[in-house]
Every structure is written in structure tokens, then in C-alpha cells.
């Protein structure tokens, strides 16, 4: 939560120091946090596989994660709004004792081209829609720490498609600056990846390959700026 935190202060400062501005351009800027909901099962099955051998629930299901990111744009229209975007999902699970670790870290780094509509009125509060498609990359990693055998770290690489589809909600402030929400559904998945250019089997078949699933419901809420 401290990364979604720090996004609502800064964004609540830019707004304070954005008085006076009395001109709106086309282009804008934006920047969000939020929070998402996934399930990547093949990690799941991973992580109820070291607790079974482990005898004990050391390590959680990840199914939650934080996402922070900017994007820029251009109003085609009073309605549309086409843009490139840049955002870090994360989402892990892990303990440690007495010098031990282990980690299953799952961040992605999401690149999207969205539109989006939200239709004229006359009053300061608009609803509409969004969508975008894009590319997820794994930023992934499993570690381990042992005091008798060092580290380990095991990084994944993998990119995968995704699109979206969401309702948006804006609240203008001034000219220039808005506040907006958005709640959407993301698919997002990653069908291969690799350690060291191996591609990477699921133990549970070894027919098929490990996938990281981070498709789900996500909320966004940010700040939005045309200079």
C-alpha cells in the first residue's frame, strides 16, 4: 500500500501548486495507482506444492497487486482521447526464518495503446469507456536464501498480449486538471517463459509449458493534466 500512498500525496500536491492555470491543450498527462485482482494458477499450484513439502502454509496464494503507472496523450475530439501507457503490476509471496527465504516475486511491466470516450456535457462530472490493447512482460523471480548454501535466484523472461475493457469516470477541477477513476476487467497472460533461454515446463505436466496468468478485475484512480 505505501506505493499507492505516495501516488495520492504527490498527486494531491501537483494539484495544490496547479492554481491559476486558465488553458487546457490537447495533449495530456496522466498518473494512476491502483489495485488488481489475479490468479496465476500455475504459481498457485507451485506454492501449494512447496507447502505440502515444506509441512506447513508457509507461503500464500498470490491473487492481489498493486499498480502504479503513467501514460500520455492526444484528444482526437471533446469525447476521445488516444494514448500510450506504461504500468508495473506487482504481486509476490514468500516468508523468511531464522535466515531463511524463499520468494516468488510476479511484477510485470504492462505497455497498453488505449482509447478513450467520455462523452460532452456541460457539467463537471463525465462517465464513459475505455479499452486498450498492449504487451505484458514478465519482471519475475523466484529466490532463495539459504546460510548454509547462499543465494538463488531464478529471473523468468516472457512477454504476452493483453487488452482491456473499463468504465471511466472523470471530475474536472480546473482547465487543466481532473481527477478520474477506472474499474475494467484486464486479460493478460503470458503462454511462455523462459530462465537462462530455457522455455519453462509446468511439473504438474510436462506437456505444458508455465504460463503467468495475470488477467482480472482492476481500480484505478489518478490525476490527469493538459498542459
Known amino acids: 500500500m505505501k506505493l499507492l500512498t505516495v501516488a495520492f500525496l504527490f498527486s494531491s500536491m501537483v494539484l495544490a501548486s496547479a492554481s491559476g492555470v486558465a488553458w487546457a491543450g490537447p495533449f495530456f498527462l496522466k498518473a494512476h495507482g491502483g489495485f488488481s485482482l489475479f490468479n496465476p494458477d500455475d504459481v498457485n499450484d507451485a506454492l501449494d506444492r512447496f507447502n505440502e513439502a515444506a509441512g506447513g502454509p508457509f507461503l500464500d496464494h498470490i491473487g492481489t497487486g498493486l499498480d502504479v503507472g503513467l501514460s500520455a496523450g492526444y484528444s482526437l475530439n471533446d469525447e476521445l482521447g488516444l494514448g500510450l501507457g506504461y504500468s508495473r503490476l506487482s504481486g509476490s509471496s514468500g516468508f523468511s526464518w531464522d535466515g531463511y527465504l524463499f520468494e516468488y516475486d510476479l511484477p510485470a511491466d504492462l505497455y497498453e495503446m488505449f482509447l478513450d470516450y467520455l462523452p460532452a456535457n456541460d457539467r463537471k462530472f463525465r462517465v464513459g ?29 516472457g512477454v504476452g498480449f493483453l487488452f ?49 496468468n495475470y488477467s482480472g478485475l482492476f481500480l484505478r484512480v489518478g490525476v490527469q493534466f493538459r498542459p
Open 129 to 157: 469507456a475505455g479499452t486498450s490493447l498492449g504487451m505484458i512482460r514478465s519482471a519475475a523471480a523466484l529466490r532463495a536464501e539459504d546460510p548454509a548454501e547462499g543465494n538463488l535466484e531464478i529471473p523468468f523472461s
Open 164 to 212: 482491456t475493457g473499463s468504465l471511466l469516470v472523470d471530475a474536472a477541477l480546473s482547465p487543466a486538471w481532473s481527477l478520474y477513476g477506472q474499474a475494467g476487467f484486464r486479460h493478460a497472460i503470458i503462454n511462455e517463459l523462459k530462465v537462462d533461454g530455457e522455455v519453462v515446463f509446468n511439473p504438474d505436466s510436462l506437456d505444458d509449458k508455465l504460463r503467468f
